[in-house]
């Protein structure tokens, strides 16, 4: 009878789980992303994960949208395990994957985005009045306002991920919706309409995987939370048992916190000088970044610390050019600028390290040698003459001194790994000799042993005659090189802390919005 009451109740468990994951790990070379993560995810829940950058979230993801397989482990749906899922297979389950980056075709319209995947199945003649028609419903369904007819390049960053949302909730109609990182890029509005979104689904017995680096917004939409770190499952919690402390807690864990901080606090600051080479008083771009001022001085590497969306980006972007704020002053080297695009601003000595080094720091048709030299052009060349030897000696310098692994200068900078590409970018900025040096995720996408070498040449060679501002994905990268680091929330600058006072659980604190001010 006791066994049978046990039995039973094992059914029901079992009939509540939407999937499960049981000891999945993936290992690439020289790196464990994720070791024996183990979760049961219930069916008509909203259940987040978080951690930090590289915890492992988006690899775990992509596992169970059959985006990448798992080294080992198996992710099971009711009584059948699986080792791996192919992106097909997912589908057939009814999983729909909403990655960080919106992913459309941007040349097609709205309705054509939404209803791709059904195009081999229309023939060769599309009913284009019926396509409309049916797009225009499920954009009613989901309470937008949105014209289906405009091509999706038309549409706000926000809107675009917003139409991700709804295709994968209303025209496939999964069963398990992926959201990763999916309310990062949107606006105020469109993030409502998100949450509305999630709890119409939630009513209607779906189940959403919903991955954020923010605490509150976990807090607010989640029925339990999974805190991975360093690839691992911390735990699972009931969102009601959990508010930001205890959450922060968990990710940042006390051994790891205490080993950052004690690295941060034997380090001394890199430089002490009074030289100011850039001011920053009031920027503003509307509805962004509001009332931005610091200074910068010769030697400092100043961190901006924010979660995605915060405004880092577009502040670095406002400064060099890029994005042109609505008021406030810069001052370089104490002259008043103001530049209409980053040319200007080379001229002065600021240059800009992008975050998307493939579509904005490099030209991939090009070889190293040539992508090395376009930020200095005049120190090689006499009129339209390029001297030659010059030009070898500056290449083989940068070269050797951010030690790039390549087979030839003349190679393409397409062939290399992501942490060379990452190099030449950096020796192409620094080429230049400026006096700032604007470093937006100057570590995205590269490996461990990348990653460290990119943060020496920071803190060894960039700031010696020159500031630097850094952001970075993770605390950990500003902790390791900064002399300070302004917190960033929301567009506005919420806090300041010096090195001595660096302690990850209260900057993480600080960058969702918690109290955070230890520069007096």
Known sequence: ??????????????????????????????????????????????????????AGKSTLVEIIAGIISPTEGQIIFGDKGYDSLSRISAKKKKIAFVPQEPQLILDFTVAENLFISDYARMGRLINWPALYDKAEGVVKKAGLNMNVRIKAGDLSVSEQQLLLVIKACYVEEAQIIILDEASASLSQKDEDILYRIIKERKEEGNTILFISHRAEELLKVCDRVTVLRDGRSIATKEGADLNKDTLSDLIIGEEAEKEINSSAASSPLLRDTEETVLSVENLTSLGVYQNIT????????????????SGRTEILKGIIGIEHPDQGLIYVNGKKRRFAAPSEALKEGIVYLPEDREKEGLIKILSVRENLVLNSLNKITKGIIVNRKKEKELVTKLINKLDIKVASPEQEVSQLSGGNKQKVVVGKISAAQPHVFLLDEPTKGVDISAKQGILNIIKNNLCKDAGVIITSPGLEDLIGICDRILVIFKGSITGEFLRGDFREGDLYLAIQGGAGDKSS
């Open 294 to 309: 610091f200074d910068l001085k010769k030697g400092e590497i100043l961190g901006l610390a924010g979660l995605r969306g």
């Open 1 to 54: 009878m006791i066994q049978q009451d046990l039995n039973a109740a094992a059914a029901v468990h079992a009939s509540s789980i939407a999937l499960k994951l049981q000891d999945i790990s993936k290992i690439y070379p020289g790196t464990v992303a994720l070791h024996k993560v183990s979760i049961e995810v219930r069916k008509g829940e909203v259940h987040g994960i978080i951690g930090r950058n590289g």
